[in-house]
C-alpha cells in the first residue's frame, strides 16, 4: 500500500490543515500514530488480517461480460467494493481508522455520513472493537437513507441528526468537527473520505488504496495488461483515489473522476466540486470548492447522498491540475439510467454514487475499440436507495 | 498628534489600561445581523459603556468554531446580504465617529476568496486594525501575516488549552496584538460553569511572552468575567451580547438598552 505522508500534508498547492488552534495538536497525535502504525508490522497484520477475514477481501474484479455487449465497445470490469462487508469500500478505511483509535486509547469514536455508508462501516467497526460511537448525519440524509440510519441505530451507534445549515453532509461534517473540538482529548474523530485536514487525506488514502493496488494485480492476471482507463465517482473522493493510487506511475493508465451533475452543471444545482468549482478552504484542506463570490459555501444537489458534498479531497484537485486525472459530471438522470443498465444486464444493483461510474462508462465504451479495457470502481450496493428509486422508476 | 493604527492602536490600548490597573473588555459582535445599521449602533453603544475593543464578525456559512448563537447570528448576517466588502464599508463609516480599536473575526476562505493581499491593503484603509482568523494555525497563517505585517495591521492568534508547550513558542513568537486564549475546549457559546483550562492556560502562555493575552470562549457573566480578569489583560465576551441582540431583533431601542446595560456590568467586572 502507498503509506507515504506528504510533506506539510501538502499536495503541490491542495491540502493543508486549516482549522482551529484546538484541533491542531489531535491531528499531529493522528499523524504522529498514523507513521507508527504504517510501520509497525503487528499492526499490519491485524488489518490484513481484518480485510481478509471480516471484510472479506480481496473484493473480486468481475468481467461485466453482458454489460459489455450491451454497450459495444471497450471491456468494462467492475471492482467489486459492493461485495465488501456493509456494502461499500468504506469499511476498508473505518476497519482502519478504528484499530488507529483503540490503539491509542481513545474512549470514544465520532463520524460524520452523507449516504450513511461510512456511518455504517464506522458503526461497524466500532461494534466490532467494543468503542461507544455517534455519528452526525444531515436531517435531509436521514430521511433519505432511512434504512442505514436503523442500521447504525442496529450496531449500538447514535445517530445526530443535523438541521443547521443545507443538512447535508457538509453540515455533518460541520457539527462532527465541533463536537471534536469540545472533547478532543478522548475521540476519534473517524473521518469518511480522502478530504479534510491533513493527515487525513494521506491517511484515508492509504486505507484505501488496498482497491487500486488488488485491481492492477487483477487485471494483470486476467487480461494480461494494465487497463486504458479507471473510474470511479467522486464524493469527496476516498474510492476514487483507493483506485487511483493503484496506477498513479502507469502513465498509459487515464484516471477518470466521475462527479454529480445534479440536475446540470449548467443549472448549478450540482455537487460538482472539480467540474465547476475554484480553490478555497473548507474543512480544513485548500482544494476545489463550490463557493460564491464572496467565499460563502454554496448549496449542493445530487440525487446521490454520498456525492452531495461542495468539496472535494486535495489530491484529486492537484490531480486535476497536473492534468493526471479528468473529471466529468454526470447528471442525476444519466445515473438512474446507469442503475438501470446494470441491475438489467448483469443482475446488480449498484448504490447511486456508483451508478455515476457506470452511466460515465455507459459513455466512454462505445467509443471505444473492443479490445481495450475499463476497470469500473462499484463502490457500493444499491439497497440503499431503493427508497429515492422508488420514487424515480414506475 | 498623528492617531495611531494597526498594531500599534491595539498596543496602546492595552498599555493604557495596564498603566491604570486594568483589563480590556472586549466585545463581540457579527457585523451585518441583524442589519449593518444595528451593527454601527451596536458598536458605538458598546464603546459608550465601556468596551475597550471591538471585535466585529464576518459572518462565514460554515463557522466550525462557532456555537448555535453566533451560527445563527451569521446566518441572520448573510441572509441580510452581508459580506467583507460590506464589513469593511461599515468599518469606514465607523471611523468618522469613533478610535476605538476594531478587529475582524473571521474564517479563512472569505478572505482568501477577496484576495489576501487586497484584504490586508482595503482592510487598512478602513480602519480596520487587526484580523482573527478561526481556522488559520500559526503554522498556516503566513501568507496572510506578512500582507498584514506590511500594512502594520495584527494577525491576532489563538492559542488553546490543548496547544502544546512547542506550539505555544510557536505562536507567541508569530503573534501581533494579543493573543486569543480559548478558554475551554469548545465552541463558542455561554456555559454556566467558569471555564476550568483557562488560569491554566494562561499561565502557559504568560511563561512565554510579554504579548497581552484575551481570554475568551464561554465568558457570560460579570462574576465569571470577574474572576478570570486578574490573570489577563483582556476579557472577550460574544455568545452572551449576540443573545441580547437575537431577543430583542424586533426593538432596536430595546436592544441596544439592553447591551448597553450588559457593557456595563461586564467593563465594571473586568475593569
Ligand atoms: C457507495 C458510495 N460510493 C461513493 C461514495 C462517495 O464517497 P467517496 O468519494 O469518498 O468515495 C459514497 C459516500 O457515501 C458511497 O456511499
Redesign the pocket.
Same mark, same amino acid.
Given at each position: 500500500m502507498t503509506g507515504q505522508l506528504t510533506p506539510n500534508g501538502r499536495f503541490g498547492a491542495f491540502g493543508g490543515a486549516f482549522v482551529p488552534e484546538t484541533l491542531k495538536p489531535a491531528l499531529e497525535e493522528l499523524e504522529a500514530a498514523f507513521r507508527q502504525m504504517a510501520d509497525d508490522p503487528a499492526f499490519q497484520e491485524e488489518f490484513q488480517t481484518l480485510l481478509a477475514e471480516y471484510a472479506g477481501r480481496p473484493s473480486r474484479l468481475y468481467f461485466a461480460r453482458r454489460l459489455t455487449e450491451h454497450l459495444g465497445g471497450a471491456r468494462v470490469y467492475l471492482k467489486r467494493?459492493?461485495l465488501n462487508h456493509t456494502? +461499500?469500500? !468504506?469499511i476498508n478505511n473505518t476497519l482502519g481508522q478504528v484499530l488507529m483509535a483503540k490503539r491509542m486509547g481513545k474512549k470514544r469514536v465520532i463520524a460524520e455520513?452523507?449516504?450513511?455508508?461510512?456511518g455504517v462501516a464506522t458503526a461497524t467497526a466500532c461494534a466490532l472493537f467494543g468503542i461507544p460511537c455517534e455519528v452526525y448525519m444531515g436531517a435531509e440524509d436521514v430521511e433519505r437513507q432511512a434504512l442505514n440510519v436503523l442500521r447504525m441505530q442496529l450496531l449500538g451507534t447514535k445517530v445526530i441528526a443535523v438541521t443547521s445549515g443545507t443538512r447535508t453532509?457538509k453540515d455533518a461534517i460541520n457539527e462532527a468537527m465541533r463536537d471534536w473540538v469540545a472533547n478532543v482529548q478522548d475521540t476519534f474523530y473517524c473521518f469518511?473520505?480522502?478530504?479534510g485536514p491533513h493527515p487525513y487525506p494521506s491517511i484515508?488514502r492509504y486505507f484505501?488504496s488496498v482497491i487500486g493496488v488488488e485491481a492492477r494485480a487483477q487485471i494483470i492476471e486476467k487480461e494480461g495488461r494494465l487497463p486504458d482507463a479507471v473510474l470511479?465517482?467522486?464524493?469527496?473522493? +476516498?474510492?476514487?483515489?483507493?483506485m487511483f493510487s493503484g496506477f498513479l506511475d502507469d502513465a498509459s493508465v487515464r484516471l477518470i473522476g466521475v462527479e454529480a451533475g445534479g440536475d446540470g452543471v449548467e443549472t448549478g444545482r450540482h455537487s460538482a466540486s472539480l467540474t465547476a468549482g475554484i480553490p478555497g478552504v473548507l474543512h480544513g484542506a485548500v482544494s476545489y470548492l463550490l463557493q460564491d463570490d464572496d467565499g460563502q459555501i454554496m448549496g449542493t444537489h445530487s440525487i446521490?447522498?454520498?456525492?452531495d458534498y461542495p468539496g472535494v479531497?486535495p489530491q484529486l484537485s492537484y490531480l486535476k491540475d497536473s492534468g493526471r486525472a479528468e473529471f466529468v459530471a454526470i447528471t442525476d438522470r444519466e445515473a438512474l439510467e446507469g442503475v438501470r443498465i446494470l441491475a438489467l444486464t448483469e443482475g446488480i444493483l449498484p448504490?447511486l454514487?456508483?451508478a455515476h461510474a457506470i452511466a460515465q462508462a455507459a459513455k466512454m465504451a462505445p467509443q471505444m475499440s473492443p479490445d481495450s479495457l475499463l476497470i469500473v470502481n462499484l +463502490?457500493?450496493?444499491g439497497d !440503499?436507495d431503493v427508497h429515492t428509486l422508488a420514487g424515480e422508476v414506475g | 498628534m498623528e492617531e495611531l493604527r494597526g498594531t500599534e492602536r491595539l498596543a496602546a490600548t492595552f498599555a493604557t489600561l495596564k498603566a491604570e490597573g486594568k483589563r480590556a473588555f472586549i466585545a463581540y459582535v457579527t457585523a451585518g445581523d441583524p442589519d449593518m445599521e444595528t451593527t454601527k449602533e451596536l458598536v458605538l453603544t458598546l464603546e459608550k459603556n465601556g468596551a475597550s475593543i471591538i471585535e466585529l464578525g464576518v459572518p462565514f456559512s460554515d463557522p466550525v468554531a462557532d456555537g448555535p448563537v453566533i451560527q445563527e447570528a451569521a446566518g441572520r448576517a448573510l441572509a441580510g446580504g452581508t459580506t467583507l466588502p460590506k464589513v469593511l464599508e461599515t468599518v469606514r463609516a465607523l471611523r468618522q465617529e469613533t478610535s476605538i480599536p476594531i478587529v475582524l473575526l473571521t474564517y479563512y476562505n472569505p478572505v482568501l476568496r477577496f484576495g489576501l493581499a487586497r484584504f490586508a491593503c482595503e482592510a487598512a484603509a478602513s480602519g480596520v486594525d487587526g484580523v482573527i482568523v478561526a481556522d488559520l494555525p500559526a503554522e498556516e497563517g503566513g501568507v496572510l501575516r506578512e500582507p498584514l505585517d506590511e500594512m502594520g495591521l495584527a494577525l491576532i492568534p489563538l492559542a488553546a488549552p490543548t496547544s502544546t508547550p512547542e506550539r505555544i513558542q510557536l505562536i507567541a513568537e508569530k503573534a501581533r496584538g494579543f493573543i486569543y486564549c480559548v478558554s475551554l475546549l469548545g465552541v463558542t457559546g455561554m456555559r454556566a460553569d467558569l471555564p476550568p483550562d483557562a488560569a491554566a492556560l494562561l499561565e502557559r502562555v504568560r511563561a512565554m511572552t510579554d504579548v497581552p493575552l484575551a481570554l475568551g470562549f464561554g465568558i457570560s457573566t460579570a462574576e465569571h468575567a470577574a474572576i478570570v480578569a486578574p490573570n489577563c489583560d483582556g476579557v472577550i465576551v460574544g455568545s452572551a451580547i449576540v443573545k441580547l441582540i437575537a431577543k430583542n431583533l424586533d426593538d432596536r431601542a430595546q436592544m441596544l438598552a439592553e447591551v448597553g446595560a450588559f457593557a456595563r456590568e461586564m467593563a465594571a467586572a473586568v475593569g
Open positions: 467494493e459492493d456494502g +461499500s469500500h !468504506k455520513t452523507g449516504a450513511g455508508q461510512h453532509l469518511g473520505t480522502a478530504a484515508v484505501q470511479a465517482c467522486v464524493g469527496g473522493g +476516498s474510492n476514487a483515489m483507493g446521490a447522498a454520498g456525492l479531497g448504490a454514487e456508483s +463502490s457500493g450496493r !440503499k | -
